[in-house]
Structures are given as structure tokens and as C-alpha cells.
């Protein structure tokens, strides 16, 4: 199902957050990526759950299906003094962009649009293929004209006679369709396991710590190469998860095949992790809810990752196309060990959720050079929280809140 949205809503803070740090915090922010555990649900394992007896029939003569959701968004924007007249930093920028053609302007005006798909294919009683793909993702209107780069026939772009499909480094920043995430899932007997490049399944928490994607208004979600394998017990929900968050270079540039392959184990980047939560999906949260009955969540999200060797050239410019051997590594030794605790208690009309994470990481050398040694190990400790509360008043729309 396609559904047309027009939303103009966006985060302030959000547009605002995309500088680039200085190396050292750009280190300390590799060190502390965690894994995106998948999350999934009772709704989640009720999907691949067999039809009710009265389908079977059907289901026998033909059991493949493919649906097809997702929507189409268009919104505006409209900034006015976010740099709070702070002016250019010493470095020359500014903390937000400014009206290019007017030195003294605050006021920026802009739309943009996706178009985003997500198929599912379902080959058995048991078995699902899923995808995400987003097509001309958050491109503004009229930013790829006709004339874009000029050539002879279009010498200004004033004479433009057109848009034409994005193309990443000729008149883009990426390709018209981007695909994000494919995978499969079966159900087992005990459990649902996943194996492919997927997200989280479900809004955790508040979303500083793990971002499903899933709000209209959203622009970045967390993805990742993982197997996972979700269960229930005692009531709750198990996650056991296992990723390949780097593999390092591969033999497609130096060995011509069909199937490439990573040429180096030690310098993969590999992450455990492991969920335990009691967790109302959408549709349970909403149907407990309506029915005034007081909805208690929490759970705990835990994980380890880690990386013996690194090529640092191979992520350098130019480092998809070169040869390494061994002077290319550097011993990193990198550990990180991250943990996320969430509550949430919710009734018709209040919701309160609160929710913590830390994160502790080592890296043994920091260098980016192979020639060169860093002797003194980094160590890393961030964390954070977040609470939430709201209330509604009465049916009249209008509700309260803090964070």
C-alpha cells in the first residue's frame, strides 16, 4: 500500500547536527558506535505466524506472495536565524547555513521528497524476503536541473528545460534509488531468526539510542550485516544478535570475480549483542491504551564489539582500488562495551519513559598512519539519558509534555 503523506515537520536540532569534528572526536565517535540491535516483537513473530485454519486451503495452491508498502513524502522548510546571529567560528564557518546571496539574510525556504518502497515477499508458510529501498531520498525540488553540470545546450541554468534522475558526483549526492536493507527471516519453531542487512524492527526507547527510521518525518535509521535470532521467555523478549559491523578490504579490487571476499579475518569488526525486554508494539501499546489499561515497558539492550587489526588506507581516499599486505595494518586492539536501559509507563492520557546508556571503549593504538605507532591507549567513557513525560487533556487534542 502507497499512501501519500505531506508533512512539513523537522527537527531544528537535528538539521543542526550535521558539522564535522576534529579527528580526535571523530575517533572517539568510531570507538563508541554500537550495534543497532533488531528488535522484534510478538506483532513481529505474529506476521510470519501461520494463517488461521479457514486459509489453508488457499495457502496450499498458492503460498508465494508479494506485497508492497511504504510511502511517498513531500515537505518544506522553512529556517529563520538558526545560527542565533552568532556569526562565522574562528574556523570561518558558521553553525548554520546562511542565505548565500544575502550576507545579512536569516531566512532559508526549501522542500524536498521521497518516494520509499518496502516489498516483502513471502516464498512459504515460514519464509520472508524484505526490503527498503528509497527512491530520489530527500532530494530537493529543483535541485538537479537540465543544465546540471552546464553544457552547450544548456550554457545557464535559467535555460534549464527540466529535472533530470540524480547520478552521485555528476549532479548529486547520490544515486535516484538507494537501496537500504534486505533480508530474511524464518520462523522457526522456537523463535524468529534474521540474517541479512536489516535495522531495528521497532522504535526502541526514545530513539537517541537505537533509530528504527520508522516516523514520517525521519531521515536516518540504523542498518547493519547481522544475524539475529529472537525468542520469548518468561513473558519476554530474547535477542541474540551477531554482526559484522567491518570486514576491511575485500579481493574485488585486486582479484577480478564474481564473488568477492574479505582477505583478512582479524581486521574484521565484529559486534555480540544481546536484548532482554518486556515491549508492547504499536498495535499492542495502542489496543492496551484504548482500553484503559496501564501499559508497563522496560528493557535492557547490551553489547560488545571489537577489532584486533585495522587498515586504515583502505577507508583513506582513493583505498577501494589499492593492494595491501602486511606493513598496511596497525594493531588496534579496539573493545567497546555498550548498555541501554529503558523504561516506559504509559495510561490513556500520561506517559512517562525514561532511558540510559553508557559506553566504555580502548583502543590500543590510534593511528591512522601504518608507518607510525601511537604507544598511549585511548580510552573512551560517554553516556547519557533521556526522560520523557506527557499528558493529554481530554479529547481536545492538545497535550503537555517535557523532555
Not at 538539521?15 to 576534529?22: I, K, L, M, Y
Not at 527540466?162 to 547520490?174: A, D, L, V
Not at 542487512?197 to 550485516?225: C, P, S, Y
Amino acid at each position: 500500500m502507497i499512501r501519500p503523506c505531506l508533512d512539513s515537520r523537522r527537527s531544528q536540532g537535528a538539521a543542526g547536527a550535521r558539522g564535522r569534528a576534529p579527528l580526535i572526536a571523530g575517533l572517539a565517535l568510531a570507538l563508541a558506535s554500537v550495534v543497532a540491535v533488531a528488535l522484534g516483537s510478538t506483532e513481529a513473530r505474529a506476521q510470519l505466524a501461520p494463517p488461521s485454519p479457514g486459509a489453508e486451503a488457499l495457502e496450499r495452491r498458492d503460498p508465494k506472495t508479494l506485497s508492497l508498502e511504504g510511502y511517498l513524502r513531500i515537505r518544506g522548510d522553512v529556517f529563520y536565524n538558526l545560527d542565533l546571529d552568532h556569526g562565522p567560528t574562528p574556523s570561518g564557518s558558521t553553525l548554520f547555513p546562511l542565505p548565500a546571496g544575502r550576507p545579512k539574510g536569516q531566512l532559508l525556504e526549501s522542500a524536498n521528497m521521497r518516494l520509499r518502497l518496502e516489498p516483502a515477499w513471502r516464498v512459504s508458510r515460514s519464509v520472508r524476503v524484505l526490503a527498503q529501498v528509497d527512491v530520489l531520498d530527500n532530494v530537493v525540488l529543483g535541485s538537479t536541473p537540465q543544465g546540471l553540470p552546464r553544457d552547450r545546450w544548456t550554457p545557464m541554468i535559467g535555460a534549464t528545460l527540466g529535472q533530470e534522475s540524480p547520478e552521485s558526483g555528476t549532479n548529486g549526492w547520490q544515486d535516484a534509488v538507494v537501496v537500504r536493507r534486505a533480508w530474511g527471516e524464518v520462523l522457526l519453531p522456537f523463535g524468529v531468526l534474521s540474517v541479512g542487512r536489516q535495522g531495528a524492527l521497532v522504535n526502541w526507547g526514545t530513539g537517541f539510542f537505537i533509530n528504527a527510521g520508522k516516523d514520517i518525518d525521519a531521515d536516518r535509521a540504523d542498518a547493519a550485516d547481522r544475524i539475529l535470532f529472537a525468542t520469548s521467555l518468561l513473558d519476554h523478549l530474547l535477542l541474540l544478535a551477531f554482526e559484522w559491523s567491518a570486514t576491511g578490504p575485500t579481493s574485488a579490487s585486486t582479484w577480478p570475480a564474481e564473488q568477492p571476499f574479505s582477505v583478512e579475518r582479524l581486521d574484521d569488526v565484529r559486534t555480540w549483542a544481546l536484548g532482554f525486554a518486556r515491549y508492547d508494539g504499536d498495535g499492542g501499546l495502542g489496543r492496551r491504551l484504548r482500553a484503559g489499561v496501564w501499559s508497563v515497558n522496560y528493557g535492557v539492550i547490551a553489547s560488545y564489539r571489537s577489532q584486533r587489526l585495522d587498515v586504515p588506507l583502505y577507508y583513506a581516499p582513493g583505498g577501494l582500488e589499492a593492494a595491501y599486505g602486511p606493513q598496511s595494518t596497525v594493531r588496534r586492539d579496539q573493545h567497546t562495551v555498550s548498555a541501554d536501559l529503558w523504561f516506559r509507563l504509559a495510561h490513556r492520557s500520561f506517559r512517562l519513559e525514561l532511558e540510559a546508556a553508557v559506553i566504555w571503549g580502548r583502543i590500543g593504538d590510534a593511528s591512522l598512519d601504518p608507518g607510525l605507532s601511537i604507544d598511549q591507549p585511548i580510552q573512551s567513557l560517554q553516556y547519557g539519558g533521556v526522560i520523557q513525560a506527557s499528558w493529554a487533556l481530554g479529547r481536545s487534542g492538545v497535550s503537555l509534555g517535557i523532555e
